[in-house]
């Protein structure tokens, strides 16, 4: 016996009660699933609701014979594989399998040997079919892939371009300015002017390491690890420290902070990203919360928050936000609309889910889910 029968389903229809009862035994424990039918109607039935692979059937039946009931089948599956039984060598029946293609012809009495022998030859074509199918979805997955990744190739090209346009722009005229002026500026002009350089500088260097970011998240796999959430807070509020201040902002924070997994320096990033924005846009001297919820109490999930006060945002631009590569439209965005897009690209590389709930003049509060500790760590983190 091949070990591949196995791995195929069949559908055996026979009225008669002995000879149904003693081929079931030869054969319903060495294939993946058995059904068995006591009539042309009751398989046919069968066949539209679990579409085995092979067909094994007697040809006279009471009512519906089995050359009718296989007429009936292929209108359902041309390709389908059909093994036919009779206890007659009538030329007639012989015929009618051949017009009607079908794959296997038995005269009874069966034997076990020759029964097998049948099956086996079917489940050689019907896998051989299966792993061309798997291959063809395979490359049509991995065609689709390469597409989307082509797609964001593309798209990311456009956006280290049009990012980096401005700042290095920027640097090159303050350059020239301070080359072809420079006996006619002051020191403090002179210095002035250096420092907006070394700003762009900066500016220039947090979109390399956003982009460099990006493309390790799409290419490392991290082992989730348990997170100290108020250390991680705290460690984004001081590296904005300075951002902090120039908007004279004031942060409220949540204690008690549950145990999530995820991976701390990506979590820390989500972070920094979304303070920045409600720094930037919660309005003047900024009141910010930032905060958590059970989000999914049956899967244990936990939502960690962040809320401005600021304008809102409007629910066309909602619908933007954690779109790769968007910008929104308001007139004082700035930004290299990447921080969003890696916000998206971390959590769900960790399993959980991003979002925003805004409303026009009331603020926006955006947030992230992550694993609430002592769920399998296996069952949340995504490939």
């Known amino acids: 016996m091949k070990k591949e029968i196995q791995d195929i389903s069949l559908l055996f229809v026979e009225d008669e009660h002995e000879a149904r009862k003693n081929i079931s035994e030869m054969i319903s424990r060495r ?12 398989a046919i039935e069968i066949y539209k609701k679990h579409k085995p692979d092979l067909l094994l059937s007697d040809i006279r039946m009471p009512g519906m ?18 093994i036919m039984m009779t206890a007659f060598t009538d030329t007639d029946y012989l015929l009618k ?31 051989s079919w299966k792993r061309i199918k798997m291959q063809e979805k395979e490359k049509i997955l991995y065609t689709k892939q390469l597409e989307e990744q082509n797609k964001d190739l593309d798209d990311f090209s456009h956006t280290v371009a049009h990012d980096l346009k401005n700042p290095l722009g920027s640097m090159m005229n303050f350059s020239n300015l301070i080359v072809d002026s420079f006996d006619e500026f002051s020191k403090d002009e002179i210095r002035y002017y250096l420092s907006l350089i070394a700003k762009e500088g900066e500016r220039t260097q947090q979109i390399i390491n956003s982009l460099l970011l990006f493309a390790k998240i799409r290419k490392t796999d991290v082992e989730l690890k348990e997170l100290n959430m108020s250390v991680i807070v705290n460690k984004t509020i001081k590296r904005l420290s300075e951002m902090i201040n120039e908007k004279n902002a004031s942060i409220k924070l949540h204690d008690n902070w549950p145990v999530a997994l995820g991976y701390p320096d990506w ?22 919360e930032i905060g958590y919820d059970m989000f999914d109490p049956q899967k244990e999930n936990i939502r960690f928050w962040i809320k401005d006060f600021g304008k809102g945002i409007s629910e066309k631009n909602q619908n933007l936000l954690f779109k790769k590569f968007e910008q929104l439209d308001q007139v004082n965005i700035t930004g290299h609309g990447l921080g969003l897009s890696i916000v ?17 003049g009331e603020g926006s509060l955006f947030y992230f889910t992550l694993p609430h500790y002592g769920k399998p760590k296996d069952e949340y983190l995504s490939s």
């Open 267 to 288: 979590i820390e990033e989500v972070w920094i990203n979304y303070l920045s924005n409600a720094l930037k846009y919660g309005g003047v001297m900024p009141q910010i």
């Open 344 to 360: 998206s690209s971390i959590i769900n590389k960790l399993g959980g889910k991003v979002g925003v709930e805004s409303k026009i």
């Open 97 to 127: 399998c051949i017009d009607l293609q079908v794959d296997g012809y038995i005269v009874k009495p069966v034997y076990k040997t020759k029964l097998l022998s049948a099956i086996n030859k079917q489940a050689d074509i019907i896998l």
């Open 31 to 42: 294939v993946s699933e058995f059904f068995v039918a006591e009539n042309a109607n009751q």
């Open 65 to 82: 014979n089995g050359l009718q009931m296989v007429q009936i089948i292929k209108e359902i599956n041309p390709l389908v594989k059909i």
